[in-house]
């Protein structure tokens, strides 16, 4: 196994490496606005996504030493431990994706109230008929609140 192989195996598993441990970093940062619930299950959901790239990585470095190493093995014998590992590695994978959607579910279940998003503006959810600029048809013989000509700039005239 050369020099070559081994970086070339690490760079090509590199990427969903460092996403997968950046995810780390931030639900850590964001520990507060997640919710403890949800940030537990993001945490063992890309943990576990982790595990299974590593594997992938050992399995991918560790191959080829097998091929060449003095222990001989019929070639069934290294159909089936790729199999297994390919199993094992799969099995991971959509564990560890079904525990970030439950991290993203429990996350919506909250429910609790809305937080704010991008610059602060109320996330979709959070407009009412009080806090938007194009207040909203009421029951007969209720008028809408009156606004300002600076914030009246939507509605024909």
């Known amino acids: ?53 590593l594997l992938s990585l050992l399995w991918d470095l560790a191959f080829p030493l097998l091929m ?24 991971l994978s959509a564990a560890g994706l079904a525990v970030l959607i439950a991290a993203v579910l429990a996350r919506a279940q909250a429910g609790g109230a809305p937080t704010p998003g991008p610059f602060g503006a109320p996330v979709p959810s959070a407009l009412t008929p009080e ?7 009421g029951p007969a013989g209720h008028q809408p609140p009156t606004t300002d000509q600076s914030t009246d700039w939507a509605r024909p005239s």
């Open 131 to 137: 806090n938007t600029a194009f207040p909203v048809q």
């Open 1 to 53: 196994m050369t020099l070559e192989f081994v970086l070339l195996t690490i760079a090509g598993h590199s990427p969903l490496l460092a996403v997968l441990i950046a995810g780390l970093a931030l639900l850590s940062a964001r520990r507060a606005r997640l919710g403890p619930r949800s940030v537990t299950l993001a945490r063992l959901g890309l943990s576990v996504l982790l595990v299974s790239k």
């Open 68 to 91: 060449y190493s003095p222990v001989y093995l019929e070639q069934q014998d290294y159909l089936r431990l790729t199999r297994v590992v390919s199993i094992v590695v799969t099995l």
